[in-house]
């Protein structure tokens, strides 16, 4: 079952995450508005959707109330994508991160609550379960957060309830663990590692991983995250609303494993690349050594089932990236 002829605004659809569900649900004849300003997502990841009538753009920015308002007009769903990603980021300036992410996020829930949107779904974080040792991961039990990061995205968990318990409007939270696909973004600062990798080994330089190699994640794919979004606008399983689910795999791999998986499917275009080694560091303030979802909840309220595994899902991801990185 697929959601079709609907109006939906997705935040940060320029994005790695935003631009694939604009794609994905454009594909399944809904209209789509992206709202994004473009400070970390990318034209080029949405240009090929420009001629599509069903889609439109707005740039603009969700710290501005004024443009929120206008982005939801006569939207149906919104999926709130829009964030400043990435603990380092926020460690190094928490102020923006907090403005983009918090103030941002609630600027968006205002003015969705005031164009009666139906619902509102959206970007949460792994990072939420803070300090908590316990695996898996499962949604009630979280601990301290360990960043400015995780404290902005457990902030719009809250924002979220207090929104649907005093205004009654819908929201479901989607904890995004580790997501990685076409359109991630390998160059930046802050690039997520699948990424920048992969970009790495092509251009024949080491990788630097932080620590020994040993923690480990629950790397998601994509497609993964989109079939989550999508489950989450269709159900109308009232037990299933005004919640919070772990978007995951269900599954944990090392960062050797992961490096060892994308030497492995790189050498089929390059055989030089299994020559190349990588490097350790130290580890990463405010990283946790080890990520693993539990998704029963998903499973059982939304009938979620990941149709890729990490691995599955990175022979797919690193072939696109081969293809992408050698035309740019």
Not at 109 to 121: G, I, Q
Not at 122 to 131: F, I, K, L, M, V
Not at 188 to 204: D, E, L, R, T
């Amino acid at each position: 079952m697929s959601l079709v002829n609907k109006n939906i605004l997705i935040t940060g659809g320029a994005g790695f995450i935003g631009s694939n569900l604009c794609e994905y649900f454009l594909l399944n004849n809904n209209k789509v508005t992206c709202l994004d300003n473009f400070s970390t997502g990318h034209k080029y990841n949405i240009e090929k959707l420009y001629s599509n009538p069903r889609f439109s753009l707005i740039k603009g920015d969700i710290r501005d109330l004024e443009t929120c308002k206008k982005a939801v007009e006569g939207v149906d769903y919104v999926l709130h994508q829009a964030a400043l990603g990435s603990v380092p980021r926020s460690l190094k300036d928490p102020i923006t991160s907090n403005d983009v992410n918090v103030s941002g996020f609630l600027n968006m829930l205002v003015a969705s609550r005031d164009a009666n949107v139906k619902r509102f779904v959206y970007a949460a974080s792994s990072s939420t379960y803070g300090d908590s040792e316990a695996l898996p991961k499962v949604e009630d039990v979280i601990g301290k957060p360990l960043s400015p990061y995780a404290i902005t995205k457990y902030v719009n968990e809250l924002y979220a309830t207090i929104f649907n318990s005093t205004y009654g409007l819908e929201t479901i939270g989607l904890r995004y663990f580790n997501v990685f696909g076409r359109n991630q973004d390998p160059n930046g600062a802050y690039a997520a590692v699948i990424p920048k990798f992969v970009s790495q080994f092509m251009n024949h330089e080491s990788p630097v991983i932080n620590g020994d190699g040993l923690f480990s994640r629950d790397f998601t794919y994509i497609d993964n995250v989109i079939q989550m979004n999508e489950k989450a606008l269709l159900t109308t399983n009232p037990d299933a609303i005004n919640t919070v689910y772990n978007t995951a795999f269900g599954d944990r791999t090392t960062l050797n494993d992961l490096i060892g998986y994308i030497k492995e499917f790189l050498t089929v275009y390059d055989p030089e690349i299994a020559n190349v080694d990588v490097v350790y560091g130290p580890n990463r303030s405010g990283d946790i050594p080890h990520s693993l979802a539990s998704i029963e909840k998903a499973k059982s309220l939304l009938g979620y089932e990941p149709k890729y595994s990490m691995r599955e899902g990175l022979k797919e991801a690193v072939d696109w990236y081969w293809e992408f990185l050698k035309v740019k």
